[in-house]
């Protein structure tokens, strides 16, 4: 263990977990004869995209500290694949209104979070927890569990057929929202004054910042980008179910952790977050080519976490 926290203290959290992603790769072909090729190493990139889009917003809401972690993201991730499928109805020229409708969507019950969170002052785990319950509870009134649309085909060719140089499209999306997320938290003030509220938040406040103001905001880009996330997964899926979004919930948050953001806020990053995804993608591809059961696989994923978290959190001592 003290060799580990050694290394967590000369290496950044998303370079460990790169490297970490890297390893895992290469041991798939002592597992799997076969694993380790190009082919094998686009799906897994493509896969795990998926799982850092969604990761995206999430990163921001666990970097704003005070104990927060957005349960919503899964049930407005399929909410927002469900108004694509819906009203797209096939129709490639409707993809960017939609898109824009299921961002708006996304981001108003991200407000909502944020408005409770602040206001009535109800702990963010209850708080997005409840309007999970009442997002799934309204997909299911209005829809009648009858799913009725279909997906441009647009959609499939951006996203999940090869773009550039054999590249699937949603890789690419994934690295230009690595960017924006990595201009958002390094180069403007709401960065900086997120990471600020997430170290001390009545420090924080004490130096100026409105702080009410950057968890609001937080949470509404978190309840967009995980609509944007259902939109690119069913550009992949190509259909919609009521539960598409809830595998990525939790996935969601450990990526973000394996990548060396804190959960004590404050500190982390986007590249850690995709690093992350990259680690858990490769532990399930890993799991699957030894044919274990599931029950076994979710026991070693969390054994991994757990010793991941507890590397990680030690930091938190030092940061002080």
Same mark, same amino acid.
């Given at each position: !263990?003290?060799? %580990?926290?050694? &290394?967590?203290?000369? /290496?950044?959290?998303? *370079?460990?977990?790169?490297?970490?992603?890297?390893? %895992? +790769? +290469?041991l798939g072909g002592l597992i799997s004869p076969g694993f380790v090729n190009p082919t094998q190493a686009t799906n897994i990139v493509r896969l795990a995209a998926f799982l850092g889009i969604i990761g995206a917003g999430q990163t921001l809401v666990i970097i704003s500290g005070n104990e927060g972690? $957005?349960?919503? /993201?899964?049930?407005i991730v399929t909410l927002g694949a469900i108004i694509t499928f819906r009203f797209t109805g096939g129709d490639d020229a409707m993809i960017i209104p939609v898109l824009g409708l299921a961002l708006a969507i996304g981001a108003g019950i991200g407000l909502i979070n944020g408005l409770g969170i602040v206001i009535l002052r109800i702990p963010p785990l /209850?708080?997005?927890?409840? !309007?999970?319950? *009442? /997002?799934g509870g309204l997909v299911l009134q209005v829809t009648r569990g009858e799913l009725i649309g279909e997906t441009p085909d647009l959609m499939?060719?951006?996203?999940? $057929?090869?773009?550039?140089?054999?590249?699937?499209? *949603?890789?690419? &999306?994934?690295? %230009?929202?690595? &960017?924006? !997320?990595?201009?958002?938290l390094e180069r403007t003030g709401f960065g900086k004054q997120l990471f600020a509220i997430g170290s001390n938040r009545t420090t924080a406040k004490l130096s100026g910042i409105r702080v009410n103001v950057i968890v609001v905001l937080t949470y509404t880009l978190s309840g967009m980008l995980a609509a944007f996330g259902g939109f690119i997964l069913l550009g992949f899926t190509q259909t919609v179910f009521l539960n598409l979004g809830n595998p990525y919930l939790f996935p969601s948050i450990a990526?973000?952790? *394996?990548?060396?953001?804190?959960?004590?806020?404050?500190?982390?990053?986007?590249w850690g977050t995709m690093s992350g995804a990259l680690v858990l993608t490769l532990i399930d591809s890993l799991l699957r080519a030894a044919q274990l059961q599931e029950a076994f696989e979710l026991m070693i994923l969390g054994i991994i976490l757990l010793a991941l978290i507890t590397v990680y959190g030690r930091q938190r001592g030092f940061r002080q």
């Open positions: !263990m003290k060799a %580990l926290q050694t &290394i967590t203290t000369r /290496v950044s959290p998303p *370079v460990l977990a790169l490297i970490l992603a890297i390893i %895992l +790769f +290469f972690i $957005d349960l919503s /993201v899964g049930a /209850v708080m997005t927890l409840a !309007m999970a319950g *009442v /997002v499939s060719t951006l996203i999940s $057929d090869p773009l550039i140089l054999g590249i699937p499209g *949603v890789i690419i &999306i994934w690295i %230009l929202l690595g &960017i924006g !997320m990595w201009l958002l990526a973000v952790v *394996v990548g060396g953001t804190l959960l004590s806020g404050g500190q982390g990053s986007y």
